[in-house]
């Protein structure tokens, strides 16, 4: 059968394989490219969690010094947000356990009630602003990384390892439920 | 923060996205912010100090409506122009899946990215149809807002992924006339505002309601203002209520303000498509008992606590009971102007600025900047990244990318 093909027939049959070929490599390297866009935003997501979380520790500890709660509470409301302070590895589970304990002494130690100062309230209201925040964050940085999974995963991204040496990003999970919805 | 927002509609042409920009940017700058924006403009235009035009929108068909606005390579340059001039920590772009600037910005953008999503649609072929060319973008989205459950829905269809629901934000001051403009209790005045030769404003509903009404409330007064064609809906009138209907024409932000603040009732008998109601926000702000029809937009913003009274819509015979209803009963209209004020305060910028602030914080991180200019610095940074990072480089979440500014007795505290 070949041997009846003319010059034409194989000039056809190249043209389709050559096209086809372009094809897969732009859907290739348009899904490399993706991926890569994705695991920027993760970094960026992760960046803008991490700041919040120092930011809310901070809060919680002027808080601790300042807003002038009884001495149990404030002792307590310190020690948690310093421990959450207190670590180097970016997102080690000691520190989610941390950032877990900090929420949940927050939410323990209501805010002083009653007439307060106004920077004691201005305080009160930074504490709560960064609770709200690292919610937000933490959602919108797990959103993020399941995106970029749910794309790692298809089978020729494994197959073909698109995603190149880039570890797989992880959820990051720890209690954040505070404040709770009005 | 530096935080750049893009408007994909001509600024020069009122509307919805439009003035929701406006109103943001002004927030933002209050707050202490570095605003740009950017935006389709003719030359010509006065613009706010803070606004760039990226040249002239052109009018398109595009997913059912035509919309104005501004693609095409020059326009592609004049975005990338603006990033690199800016250098900001943010970009806010509005309504990202319209082909216009929002689009291009998101194509070139290397910064934490927030996107709001304003509308409410079924029609979803032509976005199906263009998925591949905006799915690079929206991946580069950190952040969604909706304005409202609709367009969180229309959004979720579209392109997928979860939203945080912000509403729309009115200064709710501006609207607020103090004392020099009250209602009269007596009277019967009804006041209608929007686009009314657009059939899906409802006007027609209000119009089959009005000889019911009339039949009842002999003074009915009925004002009627907005762009369109007065003639052309003056024929459609019956001789019996064509007497008491005035059209206004269109009226300017203070006389819009007099018209809702001296309304004993103000209709907003929309058939649909509406995906947000500032309109009933700004006839609460004001003090007008409010009749709308039930669409989820508007129940949304009334709220279950009775700040206005619904129908169902399209209903004529209903409206017409409603209106028949508030106006026979200043009491009632009381009742309905206090709960309104108070609800409308849910939509005060006060409100929903602090919660678009709180949505930029959780995405993005104020670079430190050394002093000086360091926009070159940074933007050569950028272009390294982006050329030689390994993909390897991208994953590990880097902790140290914010300076703890913990205050210095604390930090002591927690040296020791």
């Known amino acids: 059968m070949i041997s009846d093909w003319g010059p034409l027939e194989f000039a056809i049959i190249g043209a389709v394989l050559l096209a086809l070929l372009l094809a897969v490599g732009w859907y290739l390297s348009y899904t490399a490219v993706r991926i890569d866009r994705l695991h920027h935003r993760v970094i960026g997501t992760a960046a803008a969690l991490d700041a919040q979380l120092v930011r809310r520790a901070e809060a919680a500890l002027e808080v601790a010094y300042v807003a002038g709660i009884d001495p149990a509470s404030a002792t307590l409301l310190a020690a948690a947000s310093a421990q959450a302070l207190d670590h180097d590895e970016p997102w080690s ?33 930074r504490l709560q602003g960064a609770g709200e925040r690292v919610k937000l964050a933490r959602r919108f940085h797990n959103e993020a990384v399941s995106e970029t999974r749910q794309v790692r995963g298809h089978r020729l991204v494994r197959a073909l390892r698109l995603a190149g040496s880039a570890r797989v990003p992880l959820p990051i999970n720890f209690d954040d439920d505070w404040p709770r919805e009005a | 923060m530096r935080i750049g927002l893009v408007c994909p509609y001509s600024f020069d042409v009122p509307g919805g996205v439009q003035l929701h920009i406006r109103d943001l940017a002004d927030y933002l700058i209050d707050r202490g912010h570095e605003v ?57 772009l509005h309504e990202p899946a319209a082909p216009s600037l929002s689009l291009l910005a998101l194509w070139a953008a290397e910064v934490p990215v927030v996107a709001t999503f304003h509308s409410s649609q079924t029609r979803s072929v032509a976005l199906r149809a263009a998925q591949p060319m905006l799915q690079p973008g929206l991946d580069k989205i950190s952040a969604r807002i909706a304005v409202s459950e609709s367009a969180h ?54 119009l089959a309601a009005l ?109 017409a009971a409603e209106m028949v209803r508030v106006l026979e009963d200043p009491v009632e209209q009381e009742r309905l102007r206090a709960a309104a004020r108070v609800r409308a305060l849910a939509f005060d910028w006060s409100r929903v600025g602090a919660r678009i602030e709180a949505v930029y914080d959780s995405v993005a991180v104020e670079r430190e900047r050394a002093a000086g200019d360091s926009v070159g610095k940074h933007r050569e940074a950028a272009e390294t990244r982006a050329w030689t990072a390994p993909i390897a480089a991208a994953v590990s979440t880097p902790r140290a990318v914010v300076n703890r500014r913990v205050s210095r007795p604390l930090r002591r505290w927690l040296d020791r």
């Open chain 2, 153 to 206: 829905r229309t959004m979720a269809a579209h392109v997928g992924g979860s939203t945080v629901v912000v509403p729309n934000g009115v200064y709710v001051q501006r609207f607020c006339t103090g004392t020099d403009v009250v209602p009269d209790p007596g009277a019967a005045r009804v006041v209608f505002l929007g686009r009314f030769d657009e059939p899906r404003k409802g006007l027609p509903v209000l």
């Open chain 1, 93 to 125: 589970q000691e520190r989610l356990d941390a950032e877990s304990q900090l929420t949940e002494v927050i939410r323990l130690t209501e805010s002083p009630t009653g007439e307060h100062l106004v920077e004691v309230a201005e305080l009160l209201t």
């Open chain 2, 211 to 319: 000889p019911l009404v009339r039949a009842q409330v002999p003074d009915l007064e009925v004002l009627v203002a907005g762009p369109g064609d007065i003639s052309e809906v003056q024929e459609t009138l019956s001789g019996q209520v064509a007497d008491c209907v005035r059209f206004l024409g269109l009226v300017s932000e203070e006389e819009k303000v007099e018209l809702l603040a001296g309304a004993n009732a103000y209709i907003a008998p929309n058939t649909g498509g509406e995906s947000f109601g500032i309109i009933l926000v700004e006839a609460m702000s004001a003090g007008a008992p409010v009749i709308a029809s039930e669409l989820e937009a508007f129940t949304a913003v009334l709220g279950d606590q009775g700040a206005g009274r619904v129908f169902p819509v399209g209903d004529h015979r209903a409206l």
């Open chain 2, 36 to 92: 740009s924006v950017l935006a389709p403009a003719e030359e010509d235009t006065e613009l706010p100090s803070y606004v760039v035009s990226a040249g002239r929108a052109v009018p398109v068909r595009y997913n059912g409506s035509v919309a104005r606005l501004a693609f095409g390579p020059i326009v592609a340059n004049r975005v990338q122009a603006w990033l690199d001039k800016h250098d900001f920590d943010l970009l806010h």
